[in-house]
């Protein structure tokens, strides 16, 4: 019993120090931060620009929209149905000098408006991004869609590629696809 205490607290404590490895909280996704490297290349492969308005669908704790406002100037919208990390977000936003123009929305993605967007950023599972796909497919021509990890079933990327990561054993891959 002693033995299966401290595995736990040990796994606890790796678990917490690596911020690659997902945390679960009430949605229905758990929550795996995405490497600063692979939120650059996805704001760049979405090739944001002035008069964009970015949405993160299952933000986390903010940084792909951080990133957009900081690093663009753009509106970003992100859209997380964890309280906690929506603060967190918040938070995050007012510390980078952001939050003007960063806005999270505690809610959940599916029920979501996110019709002002012209770029959407995701990484989330296959069967939530499939469940998403009404929502993407009524955005206006010429949004872009950036998928961390995970393609749209049914639809055919404009341009995918992998992203070595340094810290844990994987190999990331984003996708981007042209309404």
């Not at 810290?167 to 981007?176: A, N, Q, S």
Request: net charge negative; with cysteine.
């Amino acid at each position: 019993m002693k033995v299966c205490h401290i595995t736990i607290a040990a796994l606890t404590l790796i678990s917490s120090a690596c911020s690659n490895f997902p945390i679960y909280t009430a949605g229905e996704v758990p929550f795996v931060p995405t490497p600063p490297a692979v939120v650059n290349r996805m704001l760049e492969l979405a090739e944001v620009k002035a008069g964009d308005v970015v949405y993160d669908i299952g933000s986390g704790d903010g940084r792909i929209v951080i990133a957009a406002a900081k690093n663009y100037g753009v509106k970003a919208v992100g859209i997380e149905i964890d309280g906690e990390l929506v603060d967190k977000a918040r938070s995050r936003a007012q510390k980078e000098g952001v939050a003007a123009l960063a806005e999270f929305r505690e809610q959940d993605a599916l029920a979501a408006d996110i019709s002002a967007a012209t770029v959407v950023t995701i990484y989330m599972l296959p069967e939530f991004n499939y469940k998403l796909r009404p929502q993407l497919e009524a955005l206006k021509p010429g949004a872009r869609v950036v998928c961390h990890d995970f393609a749209i079933e049914g639809w055919i990327p404009d341009h995918s590629e992998k992203i070595a990561d340094r810290t844990i054993l994987h190999t990331h891959t984003v996708y981007l696809y042209r309404r």
